[in-house]
């Protein structure tokens, strides 16, 4: 080689150092501000290299002896195999083994390497050439660049090793959340393929994940389905952002199923959409619950009619309707007659059968723009379109004469009755509530007026409704206020004139209302469910005062008590005289309870069964307003009852009406063939009073005798007559 060649070789490798040392600065200057940033998810590189140097943080023993085969083997591979005559020790070849050492094994191995091959190139490389001395200030430079070289690679391959580390740790978290939720995830590119699908999407398509990248929605969904996922998806990417909205999609399995999906388009860093994200929650089941509970707020539960709500929110339509097109709207109020007794008789589960029943007849009954709401209990209001107030009285038959048919219920032939009150908008009232209160005050009045009727409001049943809800709301209160009294009517023998009983009739002295009759307020009492307590109250005071009585030696007679119809069907009636009379010692023969014809004449065979166990008691048992309603003969037979009570309306004019004394007669008659006896009440004039001897009438209760008196006038009147009779 010449001087100018060899000036040549020397100037290139003065080069080949220079740009090592200039490549591997700006590379420094790169990596160091790459790394330097300090955010959520990178940390200074010291940090992380410091940690690179702990022995099991991540990091293989075999590493160690790893990085010095490599350098060994460069050193070998340089000593020997490289051309002697190369004048520069070529340094950078050692880059090669430090460089693997870091990248495989991390800072520990890189920086071991770097050692190795430094000591190693001072020693075996540039020792043969220039002694142990650094002749060469390139040499120096190059030999510690290598060093820094080393430290750096080592120190930026452990943050790399570390930021790996970090992120698959994530995408590991991140997996596992998206594995592990029960919500569709999916990735869909811009032509709606799928490209990423978590393990719900394929439980869903019931198809392998695998199998479902690559293909579309209409590959995966019936056509109607895909429609609308596509649509949707269009929908996002032109609004380009994220949305929430319904998806009414058919699976793969037949399943109609409603999801709820968040979809997002997907960005490149510069604002591209890629593709499109979606989250969808199938909402089927929560919908259906959701659709439930709505139902159940709207809708009776027993027999799946409108309920109250709903009504309120028909009736609004109704009446605006009406309003608008200057027309009419009918509202009956059905009420069932006696239901209270087929429940407390047969059970509630009959009574409930019999409703729904019923429910289905009604609606059955009805036009279709016509509808029947159950308020609860036996209750149910019609809401009745249409001008023709003349054809609703034939509309509220048709009902009855529907309720009246028979309803097999188990091994059960029920038969009901139903009572209507007819309100119409807007003469009778403008809203709903005002429209029902009218309705329902006209059902009262059917009901009074003997059931199984209809009527129409007017506007004198408005004050008795008034009337009737101030009676209740009082007589809630009645007991507790010592309101109440019972005074006691005499019962006379028809041919010697001896007191033989008393009845205890109750009245109520109000403080307002002034003193009510018991004609208004009892069935009032009957129909609010007060009249249970108020009547055991009322037997009560009459025993006690009949022990009172024979304890200051009257003469013993018999005390009479009223049962109301509730009472009288009430199970517990026999166990509750029976304590009764045990508490307040008195003897049974001394009580005789009473009850009407239509009670006992209304279930027969129940009527039976009480009286029994009443006579077994050995309290006596008499029918009071006996003529009046219809009573088999065969079940008269049946009732273990002591006497028949003549009603008072045949008694009244007996002297004159020749019916009345024709069926007073039949009565007496009657009772005398039965071997029962006779009671006439109402008896005001001595007319009267012969006639009913005349034909063998027992006993006598009227005002010709005496009014209904209070206890202590009831033993003036006692003493009294004890005195004219000596
Ligand atoms: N379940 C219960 N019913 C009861 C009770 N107390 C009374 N009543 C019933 O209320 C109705 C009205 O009773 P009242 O106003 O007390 O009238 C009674 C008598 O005062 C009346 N009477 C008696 N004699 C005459 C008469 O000569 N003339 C005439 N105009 N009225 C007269 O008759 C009623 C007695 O009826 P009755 O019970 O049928 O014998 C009435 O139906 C009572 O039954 C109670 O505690 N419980």
Request: net charge negative; charged share 20%.
């Amino acid at each position: 080689m010449g001087a100018r060649e060899s000036q040549v070789v020397i100037w290139l490798s003065s080069a080949k150092g220079v740009f090592f040392v200039v490549c591997s600065a700006a590379g420094y200057a790169l990596a160091m501000r790459a790394v330097s940033t300090r955010d959520d998810h990178r940390q200074p590189l010291f940090e992380v290299a410091a940690r690179g140097l702990v022995p099991g943080a991540g990091h293989c023993w075999y590493h160690y002896p790893l990085a010095l085969l490599l350098v060994g083997t460069m050193l070998v591979v340089r000593t020997h195999l490289v051309d002697a005559s190369e004048p520069r020790p070529l340094m950078v070849l050692f880059m090669l083994p430090i460089m693997v050492s870091a990248l495989v094994g991390g800072l520990g191995p890189g920086l071991l390497a770097t050692a190795t091959a430094a000591v190693g190139i001072k020693l075996l490389v540039l020792h043969p050439l220039y002694s142990m001395r650094f002749a060469d200030l390139r040499d120096l430079m190059q030999w510690l660049l290598l060093i820094v070289n080393g430290v750096v690679a080592g120190m930026l391959s452990e943050f790399m090793r570390s930021a790996l580390r970090k992120g698959e740790s994530h995408r590991k978290l991140l997996s596992g959340i998206i594995g592990g939720t029960s919500d569709a995830v999916y990735v869909k590119d811009l032509q709606g393929r799928y490209l990423l699908v978590n393990q719900a999407t394929a439980a869903f398509l019931d198809m392998p994940a695998d199998q479902i990248l690559g293909r579309t929605d209409e590959q995966l969904f019936s056509a109607p389905s895909a429609a609308r996922m596509r649509q949707q998806d269009q929908l996002v990417m032109r609004a380009g952002r994220t949305q929430t909205s319904e998806e009414h999609l058919t699976l793969p399995d037949g399943r109609q199923a409603l999801f709820l999906s968040t979809k997002g388009p997907l960005l490149d860093s510069a604002g591209h959409a890629t593709g499109i994200f979606g989250i969808s929650r199938d909402v089927t089941e929560r919908k259906l619950a959701e659709e439930r509970i709505e139902h159940l707020a709207h809708f009776d539960v027993l027999t799946g009619l409108p309920n109250r709500v709903q009504l309120d929110e028909s009736a609004r339509q109704a009446i605006l309707k009406a309003q608008c097109e200057g027309r009419k709207l009918a509202v009956m109020f059905l009420d069932l007659d006696r239901f209270k007794d087929i429940n407390d008789s047969l059970g509630h589960s009959i009574g409930d059968a019999l409703l729904v029943r019923l429910a289905r007849r009604l609606r059955l009954t009805l036009r279709a723009e016509d509808s029947v709401a159950r308020l609860g209990g036996d209750e149910f209001i019609f809401l009745l379109h249409g001008d023709d107030v003349e054809a609703l009285p034939r509309v509220a038959q048709k009902i009855l004469d529907t309720v009246l048919e028979p309803f097999a219920v188990e091994q059960h032939e029920l038969s009901v009755s139903a009572s209507i009150g007819v309100a119409v908008y807007p003469q009778d009232g403008k809203d709903l509530e005002t429209l029902v209160r009218c309705a329902d005050s006209a059902m009262y009045r059917a009901k009074q007026n003997g059931r199984n009727g209809y009527c129409f409001f007017t506007s004198d049943l408005e004050a008795e409704a008034v009337r009737r809800m101030q009676i209740v709301g009082a007589l809630r209160h009645a007991l507790e206020n010592r309101e109440l009294s019972v005074h006691y009517q005499p019962q006379v023998d028809a041919h010697d004139g001896r007191i033989i009983g008393a009845e205890a009739l109750l009245r109520w002295q109000h403080p307002t209302l002034g003193a009510v009759s018991p004609a208004e307020f009892i069935p009032a009492a009957e129909d609010s469910g007060l009249m249970l307590s108020i009547g055991e109250w009322v037997l009560r005071q009459a025993v006690r005062q009949m022990r009172t009585w024979l304890d200051q030696g009257m003469a013993p007679f018999m005390m009479a008590v009223n049962l109301s119809t509730t009472q009288f069907r009430h199970p517990d009636l026999p166990q509750l005289v029976s304590n009764i009379l045990a508490q307040e010692q008195l003897e049974p023969q001394y009580l005789e309870l009473e009850l009407t014809e239509g009670t006992a004449m209304h279930d027969p065979l129940a009527a039976i069964a009480v009286m029994d166990k009443l006579h077994e008691l050995g309290v006596r048992m008499a029918i009071d307003d006996f003529g009046i309603a219809y009573s088999s003969l065969s079940y008269l037979k049946k009732f273990k009852i002591y006497k028949l009570k003549i009603d008072q309306s045949f008694v009244r004019d007996i002297s004159t009406d020749p019916d009345d004394r024709a069926i007073v007669a039949a009565i007496i008659n009657l009772a005398r063939s039965l071997g029962l006896h006779t009671i006439a009440e109402g008896v005001e004039h001595p007319a009267q009073l012969e006639y009913l001897r005349e034909q063998g009438c027992d006993e006598i209760q009227g005002f010709y005798y005496s009014r209904p008196l209070t206890a202590g006038q009831f033993e003036a009147y006692v003493s009294e007559r004890r005195l004219c009779a000596a």
